[in-house]
């Protein structure tokens, strides 16, 4: 009973003292092409790797998507990618954008319904900010790419960072602290071709009308 005990406690000890911190293992800019919507999920062709991020996977996915195809848009004015990140124990694709609206083109209530939301800030009197995280993402090969950025690519490309990082846990004792780095995998990429006609441009649809 004595063992058990100091067993439980010693874990106690061990796991109730650890952090998790993200290390960064590389970083380097990146340009997305083309962004758009195909079969209910989001992709970006940059000048490093094709992203996909899936609805299915994600409901944020699902919340940009629904934005996207909102009533909102017709005040939309610019978009930037924040960054894109890569955790190369899983391969995993997290990234973060803004989407600035012109809040003269929407209705009063609507801007504070907006801004009750936590991830809307108000950058200018008149301007909204919106932030958007997308999460469970991959890298995908594109058979059709050229075709999809001679007919869909963004007039403006937008330029960010791609960050691949690992999860660092480090053990905090009284006298010493040890960090334990998790394994490198490397997994291959999907092969995918999408035809441009279920294609969905978003950003160039909207941008003529932000002008």
Same mark, same amino acid.
């Given at each position: 009973?004595?063992? #058990? /005990?100091? %067993?439980?406690? @010693?874990?106690?000890?061990?796991?109730?003292?650890?952090?998790?911190?993200?290390?960064?293992?590389s970083k380097q800019s990146?340009?997305?092409?083309?962004?758009f919507i195909a079969n209910n999920n989001i992709y970006a062709i940059g000048n490093l790797?094709?992203?996909q991020f899936s609805s299915e996977k994600s409901e944020y996915v699902q919340y #940009? /998507?629904? %934005?996207?195809? @909102?009533?909102?848009?017709?005040?939309?004015?610019?978009?930037?990618?924040?960054?894109?990140?890569?955790?190369?124990?899983?391969?995993?694709?997290n990234a973060s954008l803004f989407i600035e609206l012109d809040?003269?083109?929407?209705?009063?209530?609507?801007?504070?319904?907006?801004l009750?939301?936590?991830?809307?800030?108000?950058?200018?009197q008149d301007n909204l900010k919106l932030l958007f995280k997308l999460s469970n993402g991959t890298t995908v090969i594109l058979q059709n790419k050229d075709e999809i950025l001679s007919k869909g690519k963004l007039s403006t490309p937008?330029?960010?960072?791609?960050?691949?990082?690992?999860?660092?846990?480090?053990?905090?004792?009284?006298?010493?602290t040890e960090g334990?780095?998790?394994a490198v995998v490397w997994g291959g990429a999907g092969i995918i071709t999408l035809p441009f006609a279920i294609i969905s441009l978003p950003f160039q649809a909207f941008s003529a009308l932000s002008k």
């Open positions: 009973m004595k063992k #058990l /005990i100091l %067993f439980v406690v @010693s874990l106690f000890l061990l796991f109730g003292c650890t952090t998790t911190d993200k290390k960064e293992v990146e340009v997305i092409q083309a962004f790797n094709s992203y #940009l /998507i629904d %934005f996207l195809n @909102s009533q909102e848009m017709k005040a939309f004015k610019s978009v930037y990618i924040n960054e894109i990140e890569r955790n190369v124990e899983d391969n995993k694709i809040g003269t083109k929407l209705t009063k209530d609507r801007v504070q319904e907006l009750n939301n936590r991830d809307v800030y108000k950058p200018s937008l330029k960010t960072y791609f960050i691949e990082y690992k999860n660092s846990v480090k053990i905090n004792t009284k006298d010493t334990f780095a998790m």
